[in-house]
């Protein structure tokens, strides 16, 4: 036999398995065929099988073309779920086979990635799975929506408690653009303090030269009782005026509400030698002439911008009219400020206001008393507070009003003696003489 005819001759049985359209040639004993197969493993044998192929396609140019297409039906007959047993008896020299059944490992497949499923009971324990630990994400807490610009004014202001004094504007001033002026803040400034920079971070404006306003005695909250205690110590009989009447001018309520000086000034004008009635329709007509205001007080650039004939048509006199106009372009002009109206004394302010046209020293005191709420004001022209004062002793004012002249009641030195006696709380005192006469100040206060 040729060598290329021996080489052909030595195709196993294993080759006839995986490639089934062959012939193999009868020359190869079948005892070595069954000796072979009996001793080399499934993998092993694919391996020899595809070698043989191989040189027998080398030697033989005209090898079929289905044997080299077994090469790729090798690896799924070695991993197929039957093996091949070769029977060992064979007829006319061709070994004949047996397929046999035999159960072979299934193939390692990935898992697909779950989501954990909640835990589940065995059937072969009585205990049920856990679910593995994870770390729970944090809740979000849901934020109220900001208020919208139409609400905005109207909040409450802040319930912060804050510094004052009798001799002080316990008032907070608004100015044109918008900010508060106060003679305390709610977390005072040092006036050594050497850094710009804190004064800007506070919560309300202070003014420039807060340095030379008294230091606070008491605050907002307690201003009103502890002025109360003052004069019922002074004079036991004021108890029962006290306790029957409270002043909501000087109440931590009264002392949080923010004044506008201008409109305050502006006011006490159009109220000058007017009943209550006619001052109140007076101001009425007087912010309709201001459309883009109304019904709020128009301010000082406003103001200044109207000519007089338009601000008679609201019922002022020609007088009033340039009053009003001429205080309001001191307030333009930064003549007047909030600033100095907190931070000047009481005989400072009453001083500079009286400069003004239009402005008297009672016009002024009032405006110190219910406008910027200070404590140690006392005004001795007013026909009221001496009727009041002149009750109060226990004069009989029923004669007296009969009598001619200003001081008909009691003279100027008598009242500024009795009223020394309750300084600095001045201001108190002179209210609660106008509640024993019951006189009207309501114009006064607004």
């Known amino acids: 036999m040729r060598t290329s005819d021996a080489r052909k001759g030595c195709v196993s049985t294993e080759f006839r398995v995986m490639c089934p359209g062959v012939i193999l040639p009868p020359q190869l004993p079948a005892s070595r065929v069954a000796t072979s197969q009996r001793s080399t493993p499934p993998r092993q044998l694919m391996n020899n099988s595809r070698q043989l192929v191989f040189r027998l396609y080398l030697n033989n140019t005209s090898f079929p073309k289905h044997i080299s297409m077994s090469l790729r ?21 061709i070994p004949s086979t047996k397929t046999a059944a035999k159960p072979t490992p299934a193939s390692k497949k990935r898992k697909p990635k779950t989501n954990p499923s909640p835990p589940t009971k065995d059937e072969s324990n009585d205990f049920a799975i856990p679910e593995p630990p994870s770390t729970p994400l944090p809740k979000k807490r849901k934020q109220a929506p900001p208020p919208s610009p139409s609400h905005i ?12 004094d009798p001799h002080t504007t316990n008032a907070p001033l608004s100015t044109p653009n918008g900010s508060r002026v106060v003679a305390y803040s709610s977390s005072p400034v040092k006036p050594s303090d050497p850094s710009p920079v804190k004064r800007r971070k506070a919560k309300e404006v202070v003014a420039p030269d807060v340095g030379a306003v008294r230091s606070a005695t008491t605050n907002i909250d307690t201003l009103l009782e502890d002025a109360e205690t003052f004069l019922v110590s002074v004079d036991p009989k004021l108890k029962g005026l006290v306790e029957k009447h409270k ?5 931590p ?7 506008e000086p201008f409109e305050k000034l502006a006011s006490g004008i159009i109220g000058q030698q007017v009943s209550g009635a006619a001052a109140a329709s007076i101001r009425a007509k007087f912010t309709a002439l201001f459309p883009d205001a109304h019904p709020s007080f128009p301010s000082p650039a406003q103001v200044i911008a109207k000519d007089l004939a338009t601000l008679r048509t609201a ?10 106009s001429g205080l309001a372009e001191k307030f333009h002009t930064g003549e007047l400020s909030a600033q100095m109206l907190v931070s000047a004394s009481d005989e400072e302010l009453i001083e500079k206001l009286v400069a003004v046209r239009g402005l008297g020293r ?6 110190a008393c219910f406008g910027l709420k200070r404590m140690d004001v006392f005004s001795t022209g007013d026909l009221g507070v001496q009727r009041g004062m002149a009750t109060y002793i226990g004069r ?29 709380y001045r201001s108190l005192f002179m209210w609660y003489m106008w509640r024993i006469e019951d006189v009207d100040i309501s114009v006064l206060q607004q």
């Open 73 to 93: 039906r090798s690896a799924r007959v070695a991993t197929s779920s039957t093996s091949n047993i070769t029977d060992t008896n064979s007829t006319n020299g």
């Open 153 to 164: 004014l109207d909040l409450p202001l802040p319930t912060l408690s804050r510094p004052a």
């Open 247 to 251: 002043c909501s001018t000087f109440s």
């Open 253 to 259: 309520e009264g002392l949080r509400e923010v004044v």
């Open 315 to 324: 019922g002022l006199s020609q007088r009033k009219a340039e009053y009003i």
């Open 362 to 367: 009672w016009s002024v005191e009032m405006f």
């Open 396 to 424: 009989n004012t029923s004669k007296l009003k009969s009598k001619g002249g200003k001081w008909k009641y009691m003279t100027e030195q008598e009242m500024l003696d009795l009223a020394s006696k309750f300084s600095p």
